[in-house]
């Protein structure tokens, strides 16, 4: 896999509290010129980037970001409001109490609601791998098969840790065929992010791997 396969798969991310327009607009730029799967970007600036980018990248919000605790009303709102303004793609936080308390039942209707909320567009399901147990963590798996849901993601980015190997690893043998996954937090290195890729990962989420490529690297280099 060379390197452009890598960026193929990456949600080039900005979701900083201080983020600017003139922020999302360079994280739009380089998204579009090393072909990312996608801008994931703050709700608030979705239309601006969605008018502003076109057909050029699919534009990816949050929402129940990044706590999760809000409540699903809150949570289909946004997910509506968001595809109004031009969102192709939306990453939805659980509410991790719930699971905590073993109401998978209610996190797995909450996210058929905002799946429908969606309105056919992707729905990628953060579960905040580094708060759970390994046994949560495959009741997750179960939970967004059942849910309808395109993805699992490991991380808001914003708790105590992001992705880890293992994690990805526990997903690909756990959730349905249906279900791609999304490892996010911390991919520092184009060595990690391919191993999460050759883990099962179809997506990543990170800003450093185009940092990376900026400073300089072959984007036809086939050594990772």
């Not at 009303?73 to 969102?87: H, R």
């Not at 800003?207 to 072959?218: H, Q, T, Y």
């Amino acid at each position: 896999m060379n390197i452009q396969e890598i960026l193929a798969k990456c949600d080039h991310t900005l979701l900083g509290q201080a983020a600017t327009w003139e922020d999302i607009k360079i994280i739009c730029d380089d998204a579009v010129k090393y072909q990312c799967a996608s801008a994931c970007i703050p709700a608030s600036f979705v239309k601006q980037a969605k008018e502003y980018v076109g057909d050029k990248l699919a534009i990816c919000t949050v929402i129940g970001f990044p706590n999760g605790y809000s409540t699903t009303a809150t949570k289909c709102f946004e997910a509506t409001d968001a595809v109004d303004n031009g969102a192709d793609e939306v990453d939805m936080v659980i509410n991790i109490g719930w699971v905590k308390e073993g109401k998978y039942d209610a996190v797995c209707q909450e996210i058929k609601a905002i799946k429908a909320a969606c309105k056919g567009k992707l729905l990628k399901v953060i579960i905040e791998t580094c708060l759970l147990t390994d046994e949560e963590k495959i009741e997750m798996c179960c939970v967004v098969t059942e849910s309808g849901a395109d993805y699992i993601k490991t991380s808001t980015g914003f708790s105590t840790s992001g992705a880890t190997f293992h994690d990805v690893e526990l997903f690909a043998k756990h959730v349905g065929p249906n279900v791609k996954i999304k490892a996010a937090g911390g991919i520092s290195s184009l060595e990690d992010a391919q191993k999460f890729i050759d883990l099962g990962a179809s997506r990543l989420g990170t800003s450093r791997i185009v940092k990376i490529v900026k400073n300089g690297v072959d984007l036809n280099d086939k050594s990772y």
